[in-house]
């Protein structure tokens, strides 16, 4: 289920309560039927806005539930000069991507160009550490390659294991 829908059910519902108080306070009935007119225009805007947010890169500002992140994988960026960074993340425990817009920083622009370099040459991904967190400490790269996965164990035949008779005893 999108997360669309909860939102709007809440709106409808304060909708609702609002219209529900204007109907029954004691108001004229023009200003009663005003506010009930006022709350049934609210749900086609609140739906249609609501439904464009998700094609629209977040601004990192406004992500509250992971912003204690440690690190995403970095899907794909896209470079504004002078205006936006933005960043196609997976976040740990997040079922599907998410798109996010940071403001133009040159040091993250460049390290980002860098990291996709040396994660393209060595067959990898991109990852960033703490990706909400704005932070002035520039000591180490947010934005950096992922090692190679560790390859498989090497077989050794099995008499290459056998120790020589004695040798378990250090004698």
């Known amino acids: 289920m999108s997360s669309i829908v909860p939102l709007f059910v809440g709106l409808a519902l304060v ?7 204007a109907i029954w306070s004691p108001r004229a009935p ?7 007119l006022l709350a049934t225009l ?3 805007l609140a739906y249609a806005a609501l ?3 998700p094609g629209r890169p977040k601004p990192v500002r406004d992500e509250w539930l992971r912003a204690n992140a440690e690190e995403a994988l970095v899907l794909a960026f ?9 960043l196609w993340l997976r ?9 996010y817009r940071l403001p133009w920083s040159r040091p993250l622009a460049q390290q980002l160009q860098e990291a996709g370099r040396a994660a393209e ?6 990852a ?14 947010r934005v950096y390659p992922l090692p190679h996965p560790a390859g498989p164990p090497k077989e050794v035949p099995g008499e290459a294991l056998l120790l020589p008779p004695g040798a378990a005893r250090g004698g």
């Open 42 to 44: 609210l749900l086609p």
């Open 51 to 53: 439904a464009d947010l």
């Open 128 to 141: 960033m550490r703490r990706p909400f967190e704005p932070s002035l400490d520039d000591r180490e790269p």
């Open 15 to 21: 909708a609702g309560g609002l219209a529900w108080l």
């Open 78 to 86: 896209d470079l504004e000069e002078g205006r936006a960074i933005h």
């Open 121 to 126: 040459r060595a067959g990898t991904a991109v």
């Open 30 to 36: 023009a200003v009663k039927l005003a506010a009930v």
């Open 91 to 99: 976040l740990p425990g997040v079922g599907e991507p998410r798109a």
